[in-house]
């Protein structure tokens, strides 16, 4: 789960993510929410499921914005963790709505 | 409130809180926790604070390490709310410890 992947690969895997991107060796996405108080309860949801797996997003609070910066540090790049991770923390969104 | 203090006001209100530093229209303090759950749950605490303020914080969580800026970006500046903020946040840690 901590090799990185390959280009390739992380592009395939990236297409079946809805509002993901890649920025160098990060993942990346920006929810938006109706209020500050909701964002915060996904952000500790999100924390929740993170401390789960043990693999912790970078997480900016922007008021009712709230991005999630996934990357795999020791590998030096993004794994199949960071994916098990994005999809966690999209599956926590739908739970949100 | 929310009128733009100038350097030297800030200068002497920074002077007054410990940790905080001056980086141009934001106060920055960063705050390091024992474990990722625990700096979550500090993130929860200065959320109710800020949403009671109706002021709130930039929050940068880099796994146990949590920055907050603070800038009053209506007003251009930072503003007595922002110092305001800042010592909540203070006093927000020293319950949390």
Redo the contacts between chains.
Sequence with gaps: MRTPLSDIEIQRELSALDGWSRKGNSLIRTFEFPS??SG?AF??RV?RV??NMDH?P??????TKISFHLSTHSAGGITPLDLKLAAAIDAAAADAT
């Excluded at 970078?58 to 008021?63: N, Q, T």
Aim: aromatic share 14%; no cysteine.
């Design positions: 500050f108080a915060i952000v500790d924390a993170a401390d912790h970078d997480i900016d609070i922007r008021y």
